[in-house]
């Protein structure tokens, strides 16, 4: 059975990637790739192959990798659209955010460097209301 997203992507689909989708599919939030490696079970998906799958999703727009406070990095599939998010740092929780400002940013950057801007990203991080109102109680 042929996987629609991989697919649209131009990736070959293997029993590890089958494997590894169905993880970010069942996700109901970001996750690291050590989490989803561990949540694929006994499917014979290695680490390296994670990672390595992980980044064609980021690079073909379907998978938005986050930068956590910590150093850690989460992915989530984007459903495939883009998005940015602002990201509580106490808690984790998520907002997404409508729309994209850097649209023009991307163009401007082109023409005064010379870079074919292929994607972006961007995080607000700040304390959510549930967790102002913890720390002022």
Known sequence: ?????LLRAHLKETPGRRAILRVLRAADGPQSAQEIWERCGDSRVNLSTVYRFLGLLCK???????????????????GGRHHHQLVCALCGEEVPLEGCPLGEMAKELEARTG???????????????????????
């Open 1 to 5: 059975m042929s996987d629609n997203l």
């Open 60 to 78: 073909s727009g379907l998978l938005v990798r986050t930068a956590r406070q910590d150093g850690a990095v989460d992915y989530q599939l984007t």
């Open 115 to 137: 870079f074919a801007v292929t994607g972006h990203s961007l995080q607000f991080t700040g304390i959510c209301p549930r967790c102002q109102k913890k720390r002022s109680d």
